[in-house]
């Protein structure tokens, strides 16, 4: 009798562990001039507050295929060069793992930084959803219309010159937050 007891003792803490085990969420850029690094860290301060969830933040160049297995969502940014993301960006998308869709029901979004205003930002987050859909991943917005393919930021025009601008850095961390919620409601 005292051994069953103890069985299911154990059982019900190996439950409750399991119960209890962190999502996490990987957020992976490039940045050449630190903007895209900024706004990065942006969506990670979002996402870290929201309990229940590991934030994992990374350069593309060191992020691995493991880190995007291990991964329940992965928030991608790419600085926008000519309406396109960075060729480094789409050279990391090419590395993801395909055959037998291990990325598949992973929460997808992004974010990126343009020089100005209307130079291809939201081209650039459409082409990186694009990319996500083709992986089978679930892709998430940003948390209003101002936001809708994710977050953007204008670092080089107007009154957007000195770093990225504490407007932008709020939808980055909206991002963080809305992903790392979506990401829990999806998982449960």
Known sequence: MKRLIFIHVLLI????????????????YHSSTGKTAQLADAVQRGAKTVKGVDVVLKRIEQTTKEDLLKADAIILGSPVHNANPASEVLKFIEGWPFEG????????????????????????????????LVFGMVVV????????????????????????????????????????????????
């Open 13 to 28: 803490i190996q439950v409750l562990c399991y119960a209890q085990k962190n999502r996490t969420i990987l957020i992976t």
């Open 141 to 188: 917005g940003g948390d209003d219309w101002t936001a809708s393919f994710g977050a953007s930021a204008i670092t080089d025009e107007g009154p957007f010159k000195n770093g990225v601008d504490v407007v932008f850095l709020k939808k980055g961390e909206a991002l963080g937050k809305r992903v790392a919620e979506t990401m829990l409601r999806w998982n449960k």
């Open 101 to 132: 869709s291990p990325m598949k029901n992973k929460i997808g979004a992004v974010f990126v930084t343009a020089g100005g205003i209307s130079s291809g930002e939201e081209l650039v987050q459409v082409n990186l959803l694009h990319a996500m």
